[in-house]
């Protein structure tokens, strides 16, 4: 079965700090990635996503991930967080099947 | 377009009395899903159905769920009885085939007293 882990399950950051949000996967084949970002109060929208090419994946408002096939990883990144980026990001994979699986997501506080 | 359309956004009902929820979702998306999400649990899929026809309901709680989708263009979940330990943000999702991820709605925040 499919699985993700976000091992952050809070972060606490400075404005203009760089972020890095972990997130591994399992699942043995073929995988399409997700981040999607829930702001306070809102719905779920889509960051960015991998599903074939170029591991480096640029998404929205500045962040991207790097897909390691080898770590099973796809972690977030940002270099300069803003007070607005406070949100939770959620990790999901889909492994060949339509559902999503998401993982337990990471809570991200930007102090200004 | 308008994404996906939940309805109500908000929910309070009593222990005991019928909840049901509604998803209209993004026109063309053959794809949808119902999702819990509570601070406990994160987010749960309950169901979800392909061409209007369900394909996985293993995470439906119990039998006190329901989820039908009569056409293309909308989607109930009912809760009967409902009970407090209901109370959680409901999110309705589509997709198109394919790697495209979903488009969320709104969600309805339901709280069971």
């Known amino acids: 079965a499919q699985s993700v882990s976000q091992h952050n399950h809070h972060v606490i950051l400075s404005e203009a700090a760089s972020l890095e949000l972990g997130c591994n996967y399992s699942?043995?084949?073929?995988?399409?990635l997700f981040w999607y970002v829930q702001y306070p109060g809102q719905h779920l929208q889509l960051l960015l996503k991998?599903?074939?090419?170029?591991?480096l994946v640029k998404g929205i408002k500045g962040f991207e991930a790097e897909f390691i096939k080898s770590k099973f990883s796809f972690n977030l990144r940002k270099p300069s967080v803003q007070w607005s980026d406070t949100a939770e990001y959620f990790c999901?994979?889909?492994?060949?099947?339509?559902?999503?699986?998401f993982g337990t997501g990471t809570r991200l506080l930007v102090s200004p | 377009d308008a994404g996906v359309i939940q309805s109500p956004r908000h929910e309070v009902t009593e222990m005991g009395q019928e909840v049901t929820l509604r998803c209209k979702p993004i026109?063309?998306?053959?794809?949808l899903f119902w999702y819990r999400q509570t601070m406990m649990r994160g987010l749960e899929l309950l169901i979800y159905?392909?061409?209007?026809?369900?394909?996985?309901d293993s995470g439906m709680p119990e039998d006190r769920f329901s989820a039908k989708m009569p056409n293309a263009s909308f989607s109930t979940l009912k809760i009967q009885p409902s009970e407090p330990r209901d109370s959680a943000v409901y999110f309705c999702?589509?997709?198109?085939?394919?790697?495209?991820?979903?488009?969320f709605g709104s969600g309805t925040r339901l709280t069971v007293v």
């Open positions: 999702a589509s997709s198109p085939s394919g790697p495209w991820g979903y488009t």
């Open positions: 999901a994979v889909n492994g060949g099947f339509q559902k999503l699986v």
């Open positions: 159905f392909n061409n209007n026809v369900p394909i996985d």
């Open positions: 026109s063309g998306h053959d794809y």
């Open positions: 991998y599903f074939s090419g170029d591991p």
């Open positions: 699942y043995g084949g073929t995988v399409n």
